[in-house]
C-alpha cells in the first residue's frame, strides 16, 4: 500500500487543559475563566460575554471542575494513547496553574511541575508534546482586574508566563501555539477572551481592541519562542473552515469572502506580519477607534508564525437573501445557512470532507507556510452494545473521509505536517459542556451530570486509528 503522507508525519490527538484535566484548584491552580461555565443555556449566555458570577456558585454543577480527571489519571490515559502508536499529543497549559492569579511575581512550582511529569510520561513513550499557551484559558483575577483583554496589560503578563513556560520545558517541547481559535473571540468573546460586556458598552470596539492586543501578544510570544527554544517551531490556531455562498449572486460570492475575512484578519496578520486592507478600512466604516502604540506594528512585522495551525469541523455556506437565511444550522457558532448538499451531526455541524481539502488548499494559497490540522473530529452521542463495547462506526467514516480529503490536498501539493484528530479520549464539550457530545477513540465513564466511575474503555475507533498511524496513512 502506498501512502501520501510524508515521513514523520506528526499522527496524534488534541486534547485541552480546561477540557480534560479537572482539579481545578488543585496544587495552588488559580480560577480559570471555564471554571466558571456551566452547562446549557446558561454556559451560552456567559461564552457570548454576559455576565458570569466570578466565584462558582453553590449548587451549580461545572464541567470543568472534574472533566475527565486528566490530571491525576494521564498515565494511563498515555499507556493507550501510545498503544494506538501516536507520535504527538497536543495538550494546553493551563495559564493559571502557573500564575494562578496571572500577576504573582514568581509562577507556582507545583502547576509548573505537573507539566514536567505529564511531558516526560509522554517523552517515554515516544510522544512529542505539541503545546498551546492558551486554549480558552485567561486567569479570573484578570477579568476582575482588568476586565481581561480589553486591557493592554495582559500583553505583559501573557508574555511573562509564555517566557516562563519557553524556559521551563525548553528541553521538552518543540511544537507551540499561542491561542487556539483566536478568531473564536469575535463569536464567544468571554470564551475566546474573558470579555464580558456592560450594558450600552460598544461590544465591537472592545472586541478588535482585545483581538489587537491578543495579536500583539501572540508576536512576542512568538519572538520569545524562537529566542529561548530556537529548533522550535510556533504556530497560530484558527478555527478553519471556508464560507461557500448559497448562491452564485455575486451579493452572496461577495458576502462569502467577507465571512472568510473575519477570520483571515487574524491569520494575515499572524502570518504576514500586518494588518490587511480591509481590515484597516472595515475599522474605519465601523468608526471603530483601536488603540495601538507605536511599537506594535514592528513587533507584528518581525515575529509571524512558522505555521499555521487549524481546526478543520465544517464548512459553512452564507447567503444574502432573507428566506435562505431562515434556515440556519443549529449548533454551529459560525451561524451558517444549512447547505442543501451536506449532512449534519446530530448537534447541527455540517459534515464535508471536501471542505477540509478546500481550506487547506485555500490557507496554502494564501500563507505559503506548512499547515498543521490540530483538530477534527464528529461530536456523537455513542451507545454501549450488548457486550459493553461501542461499535462507532459513524465516527471511523467521518474521520476516513476526512483523513482522505486531507491527503489529497497533500497530493494537490498542500504540505501538512501533521493531524491531530480532536479528541482521542471523550472531554468535556467547550460549546456545550456536556460529556455526552463524545469525540474520542476511549470512552469515559461519565455523564453530563457528572455521574460515572471515569472508566476508560477502547471503542471499535481506536483499533481502526492504531492502524491508520501505523500504515501512516494508507490503510484508512
Ligand atoms: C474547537 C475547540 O472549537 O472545537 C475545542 O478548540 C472544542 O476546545 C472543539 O472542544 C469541539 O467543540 P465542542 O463544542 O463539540 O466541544
Redesign the pocket.
Known sequence: MTTTFPQGFLWGGAI?AN?AEGAYLEDGKGLSIVDLLPTGEKRRSIMKGNVPSLTPLEGEFYPSHEAIDFYHRYPEDIVWLAEMGFKVLRVSIAWARIFPTGEEEAPNEAGLLFYDRLFDELLRYGIQPVVTLA??DVPVHLIEKYGSWRHRQLITLFEKYAKTVFARYQHKVKYWMTF??IN?LLHLPFLGAGLVFEEGEDVEQIKYQAAHHQLVASALAVKACHEIIPDAQIGCML?AGSFYPFTCNPEDVYQGMEKDRESYFFIDVQSRGAYPGYAKRFFRDRGLDIQMEAEDAEILKQHTVDYIGF?Y?SSRTTSTDPEVNQKMTSGNVFGSVANPYLAKSE?GWTIDPLGMRITANQLHDRYQKPLFVV?NGL?AHDEMNADQGIDDDYRIDYLQKHITAMSEAIEDGVPIIGYTC??PIDIV????GEMR?R?GYIYVDRDNEGNGTLQRIKKKSFAWYQKVIQSNGADV
Open positions: 485541552a477540557q486554549h480558552f487556539n481559535e473564536m478555527a481546526s469541523y448537534w483538530e461530536g480532536w479528541a464539550s467547550a460549546s456545550s457530545k469525540y
